[in-house]
């Protein structure tokens, strides 16, 4: 494999690209959904997607920066569960003689198609502790939802489709007002829990791209921020969910 150059290398949004792994009876396989467009890239260059957990590592032709698509068997045939596997994308300089790295995006977590937004939510961990209210929001170095010990299992609770319906679009706006309220210096930080916050507001339906944060922009921010909890609730049927679950129990 030729060495690469990191030098000035560009880093890609999270939020611009989507690895999606699929289970064909015991065998994992995935696909790839990116958009590469808005960092100036030689339209040329190739583009390499590489799984890895620990000391296993694959790498994959991705074809090229202005069509991203798989041009190899994408099968992960070193991993043997989808559990702990993450991804890295890279673009690299054809002409260079070096190999010079362009672009780069590493630690994306996949996700499954089967799998629900509520679970997609592992952005958000359940703690359980003792408090008088039933649930609250805590920001710490990421947001983490905390149930009552007195209100039972948190894990059972968390997953009820009494306390999706009611409480999941409070969280989520809570959290969107709360990303507004952030120091600035979360921009530049891949890593900041706001910046996969605002990924997965991507991946929601009609939603458009988050206002600039700025008082100028107070309105179109609160605005996005209603848009993103009523595109949230209609993925997750939650009005349906209510009633069904009130329907169950009468």
Known sequence: MPRLNYTGRKKIKRQDITITVFDKNGVLDFKTDMDLSEYGLPPESPVYVEAYRQTSWMRFESGVVCDPKAQTDNRLSEFDSLDGIRFRIKVSDREGAHGKLLAVADKIRPVKPEEGDAERLCILPVQSEEMDCIWKIKFDRNPVLLISKRAGSKDIISKSPEFISLVYPAILREVL??????????????????????????????????????????????????????????????????????????
Do not use: C, H
């Open 177 to 250: 007002r709360e990303i507004k309220q952030s120091d600035d210096d979360w921009q530049e930080d891949e890593e900041a829990w706001q910046i996969q916050w605002i990924s997965f507001i991507n991946l929601l339906p009609g939603v458009g791209e988050m206002p600039e944060l700025s008082d100028e922009n107070d309105d179109a921010y609160d605005q996005w921020v209603e848009d993103a909890v009523g595109a949230f609730s209609r993925r997750l049927k939650i009005v349906e969910t209510f009633v069904s679950y009130r329907e169950d129990g009468e």
